[in-house]
């Protein structure tokens, strides 16, 4: 496993934040040390902080590094960490007085976006829930949105994300592995299709117009918009994503999520999407595995842009019900207590299967004189003359 770590840490000569490219082959670590960290990166969660147990392993990447092809490629990180030259764990505030010199007291990250700092400074605003009067177009908009928003970030696959992969040996295209299922994207891709979709009537774009509106002139409203307009500018680019640099490529964001959402997902292609389809594919030398990398994970960053924005319009019509006491009247979707609770056939089969693998290794045991070890060393003969019995003749 081949582990990337981008850093960021305190210049205190030149008084700047700087970037720090680590990497660590795992292969090089004695093999329950190796274990360990791998085990790390592989659970790691948004913003953890398990992996600093292991930041003394990882060194600089060298510009002319290459990776090995054989091994799986993992970005890991920990979220609001920051260090001196030396590798020491600096809080934000002593990073910022070592830049400015002085005592801060706001502190804002390299990066932030405009109305992000904009919306911070004024933050202290109240935000108007009884005075705002909704049309009830509006609070149908509203809770259609809500309801879809919940949905999608309740998900297994904005959960779990995109996978991982890695290059084989041989082989040209990666080898790419996902936590989830076909069917968990595809339950996934249903629920954002109706965000997404210029036509659905309660989509991201229509929420977030209807939003401003409401809450014209207060500064949530900026704040929501300049989220928005970072969803347009990532959909209108072309995919940057982890390892997206690797085989560069000229179609935008929306085309590849159009491409691949509505002819291998959504819908029986039509002949234009079907050769977008191909014209993606062509530009990434033919790689399927890498095109559904890159979808997967351009749909994961986008469904994440979503959830930025929809949670503040959701959350404060949630607040808005609650002050006005209104109960809007919207279609559940398919999910219920019911749902799912019921074994598939697959599973049924398989656990009538061993329980009477089970009873029989009882039986052979107890026909065995009930010898030490119990009835499990006669599990895999169980086994095997009930799968005979089964089978007769093969």
């Known amino acids: ?53 292991y930041r003394a392993l990882f060194r600089a990447r060298d510009e002319d590094m290459t990776f090995p092809d054989h091994q799986t490629l993992i970005s890991c990180g920990v979220g609001d960490y920051f260090e001196e030259e030396d590798g020491i764990e600096i809080s934000l505030t002593q990073a910022a007085e070592i830049i400015t010199g002085e005592p801060v007291p706001f502190l804002v990250p390299s990066g932030t976006k405009q109305y992000e700092i904009e919306y911070r400074l004024n933050a202290h605003i109240p935000i108007p829930c009884d005075e705002i009067d909704l049309t009830d177009e509006a609070v149908r908009l509203f809770a259609y949105f809500s309801r879809d928003m919940e949905e999608l970030i309740s998900t297994v696959f904005y959960s779990e994300g995109p ?33 997404y979709m210029a036509k659905e009537p309660a989509n991201i774009l229509k929420a977030s117009v209807a939003f401003q509106l409401a809450l014209s002139g207060n500064p949530i409203s900026s704040l929501v918009n300049g989220r928005i307009n970072e969803y347009e500018v990532e959909l209108a680019s072309v995919p940057n994503v982890p390892h997206s640099d690797l085989i560069p490529v000229q179609f935008q964001a929306k085309r590849l999520i159009d491409a691949v959402m509505y002819t291998k997902y ?21 790689r399927e595995n890498y095109l559904n990398w890159l979808f997967l994970s351009q749909l994961h960053s986008l469904s994440m842009r979503m959830r930025n924005a929809g949670l503040v319009i959701s959350s404060w019509f949630g607040d808005w019900c609650k002050h006005r006491n209104v109960s809007p009247n919207v279609v559940s979707t398919i999910d219920h207590d019911g749902i799912g609770a019921c074994e598939t056939k697959t599973d049924r089969d398989a656990r009538l299967f061993r329980d009477k693998v089970k009873e029989l290794e009882m039986a052979l045991w107890r026909q065995a004189n009930k010898p030490d070890g119990g009835p499990i060393q006669f599990r895999q003969q169980a086994t095997t003359q009930i799968q005979a019995a089964l089978n007769p003749g093969t």
């Open 163 to 195: 996978g991982s992969f890695r290059f084989p040996v041989k082989n040209r295209d990666i080898i790419h592995t996902t936590s989830v299922s076909g069917d968990e994207i595809r339950a996934h891709l249903m629920v954002f299709r109706r965000l």
């Open 266 to 286: 959504l819908h029986q292609p039509n002949s234009d999407r079907e050769q977008q389809f191909f014209e993606c594919l062509q530009q990434v030398g033919g």
């Open 1 to 53: 496993m081949f582990l990337f770590w981008n850093v960021r840490y305190v210049d205190r000569l030149a008084r700047e934040f700087k970037d720090r490219e680590l990497c660590l082959d795992t292969e090089t670590l004695e093999p329950a040390l190796r274990m360990a960290v791998e085990l790390t990166a592989e659970k790691q969660r948004p913003f953890g902080r398990d992996m600093l147990k």
